[in-house]
């Protein structure tokens, strides 16, 4: 017993993780996403990648279903975060991976699906267990039957994270048109049956 309370891996304590309001990540941290966002995919700072990334934050925090978690260090500042949103018609990530589905996956994947936009970790904090946790969260925190998501090839980490939750490859080989250079792949996740753990 004493042994197994001495091995067993403790929660890390010196980060919290909780719900962000939707305005927070663009009004109270918006440096700190970017400088989340940037360290994370290793894009530089003042890349044209990052600086739109403060729209894109906004534009996402005002569509329906919007949920957001922080990860925060002891002096509430944040080093990771994840966000998504409902899936609808018309937006542009879902018309761009809707193409390649069959009728059949795009009416069972599409119907009632939530949108697992963002999750990222700044490199100073990864390996604790706080993608997890931002990942965890965020699956439990939407009401959704499926949720959908990217992820680049080179993520190594990401797609090991996804993997072992139970994502599934919907397309191994996806191509934005913005782009179309870097390879990405669908994931789907489907609601467990009641009673059935993932
Ligand atoms: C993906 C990411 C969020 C994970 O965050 P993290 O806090 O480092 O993740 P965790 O500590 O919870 O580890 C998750 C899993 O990856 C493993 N892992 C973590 N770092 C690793 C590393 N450097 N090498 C190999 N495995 C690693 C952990 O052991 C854990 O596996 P387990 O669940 O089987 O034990 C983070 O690496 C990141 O921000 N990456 C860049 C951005 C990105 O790719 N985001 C995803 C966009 S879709």
């Not at 309001?21 to 970017?34: I, T």
């Not at 400088?35 to 996402?60: C, E, K």
């Not at 990860?71 to 991976?97: C, D, H, K, T």
């Amino acid at each position: 017993m004493w042994l197994r309370s001495v091995i067993r891996p403790r929660p890390e304590r010196r980060f919290e993780v909780r719900e962000l309001a939707p305005d927070e990540l663009c009004e109270r941290f918006p440096d700190q996403a970017l400088w989340i966002f940037s360290g994370a995919l290793g894009f530089p700072r003042d890349s044209s990648r990052v600086r739109s990334f403060a729209d894109t934050i906004r534009r996402h925090t005002g569509y329906g279903g919007f949920r957001a978690f922080g990860a925060l260090n002891v002096r509430g500042r944040l080093v990771g975060f994840s966000y998504g949103y409902s899936s609808q018609p018309g937006l542009w990530w879902r018309e761009q991976i809707s193409e390649p589905l069959t009728p059949d996956e795009r009416d069972f994947w599409l119907r009632d699906a939530f949108e697992f936009a963002e999750l990222h970790v700044h490199p100073t904090a990864q390996g604790r267990g706080l993608g997890s946790r931002l990942h965890d969260a965020l699956i439990a925190a939407h009401p959704h039957a499926t949720a959908l998501l990217s992820v680049m090839h080179r993520s190594a980490v990401a797609r090991h994270l996804y993997a072992s939750r139970g994502w599934e490859t919907l397309v191994e080989d996806m191509r934005f048109s913005t782009e179309p250079q870097t390879a990405f792949s669908i994931l789907g996740w489907r609601r467990p049956a009641q009673g059935k753990t993932p």
